[in-house]
C-alpha cells in the first residue's frame, strides 16, 4: 500500500531540514519513502489532500495513566500529595471493567489528538492490546507502589520479576508496535530495595526503568528526612540512575541537577498541566534546555491533568516560558520535545519522532487557520499556541491510516463509547438511592 499525503506544510521536526511548503510525502508499507515537490517516483494507492494543513510527526506522549480515566475531574484543588492521598484508594480498588473502559476512554481520546505514541504507566496490561487494537503505539510502563507515606500500603500480586514476563509475553504478540519498561511509582511511595529490584530487572531484559522524580519539594524533603540525603545523590547512589532511567516532571531541579542528569544521561519528561495543577514549582525549561537535558513531553494522567490533551500541554509550556521570561527555548524547541524528543526518551528516536526519508510513517496532519503569515517560526507558534485536538485531520501510524478526516477507521469509535457510557449509567442508576450519589 502506498499513500501520498499531498500539498502540505511539511514540518519534519529534523535539524537540517524543518519546514517545506507545499511539498508531499510518500509512504510506501510502514515507512516514509518519500518527501518532494513533484510527482512522486512511484503512483499512490491512495491520495491524502493536506493543502492548508501542517504535515508533521505523531505526537509522542511521553508519560501517562490511562487506567485512571474513569475518574476524570473527580479530585481538583489539591497538593500533589493531598491528591495522592485522597485518590489514590479509588485508584487501588478499581474494577477490571474501570481499567478496561478507562483504556479505552483514553486511547480513542489521544488518537484523536494526535498522539501515535504514548507511554502509559498503568499496570493491568490492557491499554498494550488496546494500543495494538486502536492501532497506536504504547510502550507499557508500569510502577510499583509500596506504601505512601500516611501508611497506605499497597498489595501487590506479583512480583517484579513476573510482572517484566508478563509484560514480555503480551508485547511478543504485538511486535514492533507496542513495548515496554519497569518502573516504581516514586522515592517517597516505593522502598529502596523495590526500587532497586525494578532497575536490575529493567536491565535483565534490556529495557528503559521509569519513575516519577523530582516532581514536588516534598519528595526532596521527604529523601533528605528518611535517608539523609540530597534527592540525586541517593538515586544515584541506589545506582538507578543512567541513560536508560525515564524520570517524570523534574520540576524541581535547576542548573546544577540538570547538568549533572545530562552527564548521567537521564531523560526527563515535562508534565506542565499536572504539575500547574497539583501546586508543583514552574520547570524550569529554559535550563533543561541549556543542560541539553534529552526530554519529552507528557500529560500525565487525566486524574491530574483533565485529559490527553497534548496541544494544552504544549501551550502551557509555551505559557510557562513567556510569564517567566525563559527567551532561550522557542515553540519549535517545544515541539521537538512532543515529537523527537519523547521518541529519544523511549529509545525510538531512530524509528519515529521526526519525518524521514526510511523512518517509520507515523504522521499526522493538522489544520492551519486562514493567515496571512505562513514560515516556520509563524507555524511553529501556532502549532504550540493555537491548536487544538479538533485541528487533527488525518492520523497514521506505521503506515495505516487510523483516523482520516476526524473519523477513526480502525476500530468503532461511536459504538464503543456507547458501551462505555452505557456502562457507567447502569452504576450510576444502581447508585441513585444511596445518598452520597446526590452529594455535588
Ligand atoms: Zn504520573
Redesign the pocket.
Known amino acids: 500500500m502506498r499513500i501520498l499525503i499531498e500539498n502540505g506544510i511539511i514540518y519534519t521536526c529534523e535539524p537540517n531540514q524543518p519546514f517545506l511548503i507545499g511539498y508531499s510525502l510518500l509512504i510506501e508499507g510502514d515507512r516514509i519513502a518519500w518527501i518532494g515537490d513533484g510527482i512522486p517516483p512511484l503512483p499512490p494507492d491512495l491520495r491524502m489532500d493536506a493543502r492548508h494543513q501542517v504535515v508533521m510527526p505523531g505526537l509522542v506522549n511521553a508519560?501517562?495513566?490511562t487506567g485512571a480515566t474513569f475518574l476524570r475531574g473527580k479530585f481538583w484543588g489539591l497538593s500533589l500529595m493531598e491528591w495522592l492521598e485522597q485518590s489514590s484508594p479509588f485508584l487501588e480498588s478499581k474494577t477490571f471493567e474501570d481499567s478496561q473502559y478507562s483504556s479505552w476512554a483514553g486511547v480513542l481520546e489521544m488518537a484523536k489528538s494526535g498522539i501515535t505514541c504514548f507511554a502509559d504507566?498503568s499496570r493491568t496490561g490492557l491499554n498494550i492490546q488496546i494500543a495494538a487494537e486502536v492501532g497506536l503505539r504504547c510502550v507499557a510502563a508500569p510502577m510499583l507502589v509500596d506504601e505512601y507515606p500516611w501508611g497506605y500500603q499497597v498489595p501487590r500480586a506479583e512480583s517484579v520479576k513476573e510482572m517484566a514476563e508478563r509484560l514480555a509475553a503480551i508485547t511478543e504478540q504485538f511486535r514492533g508496535l507496542v513495548s515496554f519498561s519497569i518502573g516504581a511509582h516514586s522515592p517517597y511511595a516505593t522502598l529502596p530495595f523495590t526500587l532497586q529490584d525494578a532497575k536490575k530487572v529493567a536491565q535483565q531484559w534490556g529495557v528503559r526503568f521509569c519513575l516519577?522524580f523530582g516532581e514536588h519539594p516534598y519528595e526532596v524533603a521527604y529523601v533528605r528526612k528518611q535517608y539523609g540525603k540530597d534527592l540525586v545523590d541517593w538515586l544515584d547512589g541506589l545506582k538507578l540512575l543512567d541513560s536508560n532511567t525515564v524520570g517524570?516532571h523534574g520540576n524541581v531541579f535547576e542548573e546544577q541537577d540538570l547538568n549533572r542528569l545530562r552527564e548521567i544521561g537521564v531523560n526527563l519528561v515535562c508534565?506542565p498541566t499536572?504539575g500547574a495543577l497539583l501546586g508543583c514549582p514552574t520547570p524550569n525549561l529554559s535550563a533543561w534546555g541549556r543542560a541539553r537535558i534529552k526530554a519529552g513531553l507528557g500529560t500525565?494522567?487525566p486524574l491530574?491533568s483533565g485529559g490527553f490533551n497534548p496541544w494544552a500541554e504544549l501551550r502551557l509550556a509555551g505559557a510557562i516560558l513567556g510569564w517567566s521570561r525563559f527567551p532561550e527555548v522557542t515553540p519549535g524547541h517545544l515541539l521537538k520535545m512532543a515529537t523527537i524528543g519523547g521518541a529519544s526518551v523511549w529509545g525510538l528516536d531512530r524509528e519515529i519522532g521526526s519525518l524521514k526519508v526510511g523512518k517509520k510513517a507515523d504522521v499526522i496532519t493538522v489544520i492551519i487557520p486562514p493567515t496571512k503569515y505562513i514560515d516556520r517560526a509563524t507555524v511553529e507558534s501556532m502549532l504550540v499556541f493555537g491548536t487544538t485536538p479538533r485541528d487533527v485531520t488525518n492520523v497514521l501510524v506505521d503506515g495505516r491510516v487510523i483516523i482520516q478526516n476526524g473519523k477513526f477507521t480502525s476500530v468503532p469509535e461511536k459504538s464503543i463509547l456507547e458501551d462505555i457510557y452505557r456502562y457507567y449509567d447502569g452504576i450510576r442508576n444502581n447508585l441513585s438511592n444511596r445518598r452520597d450519589a446526590h452529594e455535588p
Open positions: 508519560h501517562t495513566h504507566s516519577h517524570f508534565c499536572n500525565d494522567g491530574s
